[in-house]
């Protein structure tokens, strides 16, 4: 008993420094409601599975062009290119991803049927039926490619820009363990997470407020469990069958990648070029991960030209 005893008091004291531990690192302190929802940019859409957030301009008339972010970073990532393609008199929408910016954080498993469905939704709650153009940017091009081989009567052409590609990436056991994983989230890679995002750039000097931009999000309950369950649920899913069957379908596709990206490598084009032959080829000399942000006088009008046939 007195060996048990002392096993159990260790254990309390260890749980008791670990959810210490929890709550000095925790950023989410709020929850994303209908006063965040009044004063938020930009309008919202309560889909079945929540609300989203999005942003839709230019000619009702013109056909749609869908913008789709990447892991984390909500829509003011598209802020230059959505205003490009505004002035270039397309219809354009953007929106941040269930778990992300002002979107909600539904507790569901976030894989690809989660991202497939909330892209379904919102097209039709806003009645942009027929085929639109999308662009997207890292996670959002295996997100694009699934829908395009789901829904291809949606599609018309696609640009993806520094696509994630992937046959199953395995996490480390510090995420996949339960408990564990959300231990290691709230204490070792959430804290770190906003200024993380300037590795996506080669010149991040040219982009200070950039942390600061991303950090509101975080402040949310449910962003870090959105987040840890998309590098389970979604990350380790085989995305290279989706680009292999868009190259099965020829549906037109502009990829674009900065040589310098250090987040899904320059060389991984080639794998992404095998599976989808017909896509034209923009590389951008002197960018990182967001070649459209670095270089968008180079990005904007070859998309625009793209888009226009």
């Not at 260790?10 to 409601?33: F, K, P, Q, S, T």
């Not at 209908?34 to 957030?53: C, D, N, W, Y």
């Not at 459209?292 to 226009?308: D, G, K, Q, T, W």
Request: with cysteine; aromatic share 10%; proline share 8%.
């Amino acid at each position: 008993m007195k060996v048990a005893a002392v096993v159990l008091a260790a254990a309390l004291i260890v749980a008791g420094i670990l959810g210490l531990n929890v709550r000095r690192h925790d950023l989410e302190i709020m929850d994303l409601g209908e006063q965040t929802r009044r004063i938020a940019p930009g309008s919202f859409l309560q889909l079945p599975l929540g609300f989203v957030h999005y942003e839709l301009a230019g000619p009702p008339d013109a056909r749609a062009v869908v913008l789709v972010d990447g892991f984390s970073v909500p829509d003011y990532v598209w802020d230059p290119t959505f205003l490009a393609l505004r002035e270039a008199g397309f219809r354009v929408l953007r929106y941040d991803l269930y778990g992300r910016g002002y979107s909600d954080r539904p507790e569901v498993s976030y894989n690809s049927d989660l991202f497939d469905r909330q892209l379904l939704d919102l097209l039709n709650a806003l009645a942009i039926n027929g085929g639109s153009d999308f662009v997207a940017s890292s996670m959002g091009g295996p997100i694009v490619a699934a829908f395009a081989c789901r829904h291809p009567e949606r599609v018309h052409r696609m640009v993806w820009i520094d696509p994630d590609y992937g046959t199953g990436q395995s996490l480390p056991l510090a995420l996949r363990a339960p408990l564990w994983g959300e231990y290691t989230m709230t204490t070792q890679i959430e804290p770190g997470l906003a200024e993380a995002q300037l590795a996506d750039f080669l010149h991040p000097e040219n982009f200070p407020d950039w942390p600061d931009r991303f950090r509101p999000q975080m402040r949310y309950h449910g962003f870090r469990r959105a987040l840890l369950s998309t590098l389970r649920d979604y990350v380790t899913e085989d995305w290279s069958k989706d680009y292999a069957c868009v190259g099965r379908m020829q549906t037109p596709v502009l990829l674009i990648w900065g040589k310098a990206d250090r987040d899904v490598p320059f060389s991984t084009s080639t794998k992404v070029r095998a599976a989808v032959p017909q896509a034209q080829f923009l590389a951008v000399d002197d960018a990182g991960h967001l070649p459209f942000l670095e270089h968008p006088e180079i990005v904007n009008p070859a998309v625009i030209a793209f888009l226009r046939p």
